[in-house]
């Protein structure tokens, strides 16, 4: 029977976690933080290993702590020292976040031998280049689209706070739409700089494929930035991190 694997990747925002039977995931969901006590509920079943990923060091622990406590298993926990077969080009590998590092294992089991940007849009948005011989080059790390609301929220006197949406047009009528206009657009023009220059100072102008992964990677689903969309990136790198290439 193939084996079933909890793979969790604590975020800035919230947890993301999926259930893996052998390589197939079979459930995927998120929580906030402060709902860590429902992870359980969310499985449903029991687990044989676990295997997680963080960028949020005072929750690690308390994660470790849950699925020790309920699963009765000792989880795995992918950083960037790991030996997760990845070469870093970063001055200090060590610097690499996990979530990164575990987006660019799920790259490079779904497209292998392939040059890659992956775009990874969540709380920041993260631009990293990986060689198909899994070499991670480098990238950029830039507000995510829900932090331009807040900033501008935050730090105005008078602009509300709007939610990430895709307007209809650029040419904004009142205060709400300009914002809307420019919170997308503005990111995805910053997108799409940002991707070309990567592409082109890692793979020379090579033909990379782009992937968009992460939870508001389907709001620019239409523009034609990604080649591939891949929401679930991360868990199936982390997978592939805890398998080691011999999941059924």
């Known amino acids: ?3 079933r694997r909890l793979a969790i990747s ?3 925002t919230s947890l993301f976690a999926g259930v893996f039977s052998g390589r197939r995931l079979t459930n995927s969901f998120r929580l906030n933080a402060s709902e860590l006590v429902r992870l359980p509920g969310r499985v449903r079943g029991p687990i044989e290993a676990a295997v997680v990923g963080s960028v949020v060091p005072a929750l690690t622990e308390d994660v470790l702590r849950l699925v020790r406590r309920t699963w ?3 989880a795995m926990l992918l950083t ?3 030996a997760h077969g990845l070469k870093i080009g970063y001055r200090r590998p060590r ?3 996990a979530d990164r590092v575990a987006a660019a294992l799920g790259a490079r089991e779904k497209f292998p031998g392939r ?3 992956v775009v990874d849009c969540g709380t920041a948005t993260t631009v990293t280049a ?3 011989d899994g070499t991670i080059c480098g990238g950029a790390i830039l507000p995510g689209v829900g932090l331009w609301t807040e900033m501008l929220a935050g730090r105005t006197a008078q602009l509300p706070r709007v939610a990430p949406a895709r307007p209809r047009r650029a040419l904004g009528r009142s205060t709400r739409e300009g914002i809307e206009a420019g919170v997308f657009f503005g990111h995805l023009g910053a997108m799409r700089e940002t991707v070309g220059r990567v592409r082109r100072e890692a793979f020379d102008r090579g033909p ?3 992937v968009g992964t992460g939870g508001q990677a389907a709001r620019f689903r239409r523009e034609k930035i990604f080649d591939a969309l891949a929401p679930n990136l991360v868990l199936h790198g982390l997978r592939a991190f805890a398998a080691g290439g011999k999941d059924r």
Do not use: K
């Open 1 to 3: 029977m193939p084996m």
């Open 10 to 12: 604590i975020g800035n």
């Open 72 to 74: 009765a298993v000792e």
């Open 80 to 82: 960037a020292t790991s």
């Open 95 to 97: 610097d690499l976040g």
């Open 115 to 117: 040059d890659i940007v």
């Open 130 to 132: 990986l060689r198909g």
């Open 208 to 210: 990379a494929m782009v």
